[in-house]
Every structure is written in C-alpha cells, then in structure tokens.
C-alpha cells in the first residue's frame, strides 16, 4: 500500500524541538521530490522545507532558516524535520509530501501534490 505515515507532532513550548517523521511505504523516497508542510489556522497551506529528487538540495521558508533542518534515511525509507527554537507562530499542521514531479529550488518548492501524509499536529504554546 502507497502511503505516508507521520509521527513526532505534540505540544512544546517556545525555545523548544521536536522532531517529526514521515514513513513511506509502497515507492522510494529516493526517486521523489520531498518536503514538508503546514497549515496554521485560517492560513493556507505553505511550504516549509523540501528535498530536490535531482540533487539532494534543499529548500526553507524563510520563517524557519536557522532553526529547522530537513533530513531523509535512505534505509529506513523515511523523511524528518528537525524543529528547534520553536516559536508560538510555527503552530500548525504539518504535512509530508512526495511527488515525483513539482519544483525544489533553494528558491521554492511547490507542486508536491502525488503523496500526502495524514497531518501531525504541532502545538508550540506556554
């Protein structure tokens, strides 16, 4: 079965980390464009942090420059995103994607539409 499973969203206070993972099973990380997403609120969905298929380049949002870190275990066949320092507005829904297609840049990332994890929630509060 082709899915996305993640794990490692709760509730944190500001000034802390979390780490969340995102297992596929059913095709390999390797030969996909990945990344993570979120959405906070009455937002829409953006773009937080991706892997390019072609090159292994990465690209972060602005907000999260410093402070988060993308990572994939080729064994395990599983995608991370390392969280620190959080703040009050990194609250949200986060996503994993996958798509053999779309765009990773260190620019942009967009149109990871193929493969869609179930949503974690991240809570950063105190």
């Known amino acids: 079965q082709v899915q996305l499973v993640e794990s490692g969203g709760g509730l944190v206070q500001p000034g802390g980390s979390l780490r969340l993972s995102c297992a596929a099973s059913?095709?390999?990380?390797?030969?996909?464009?990945i990344g993570w997403f979120r959405q906070a609120p009455g937002k829409e969905r953006e773009g937080v942090s991706c892997?390019?298929?072609?090159?292994?380049?990465?690209y972060y949002a602005d907000p999260v420059k410093g402070r988060f870190t993308i990572s994939r275990d080729k064994v395990n066949n599983t995608m991370y995103l390392q969280m620190n320092s959080l703040k009050t507005e990194d609250t949200a829904v986060y996503y994993c994607?996958?798509?053999?297609?779309?765009?990773?840049?260190?620019?942009?990332?967009?149109?990871?539409?193929?493969?869609w994890g179930q949503g974690t929630q991240v809570t950063v509060s105190s």
């Open positions: 892997i390019s298929r072609y090159d292994g380049g990465t």
């Open positions: 059913g095709f390999s990380l390797d030969y996909y464009n």
């Open positions: 994607a996958a798509d053999q297609f779309g765009l990773v840049t260190s620019m942009e990332c967009r149109d990871l539409h193929r493969h």
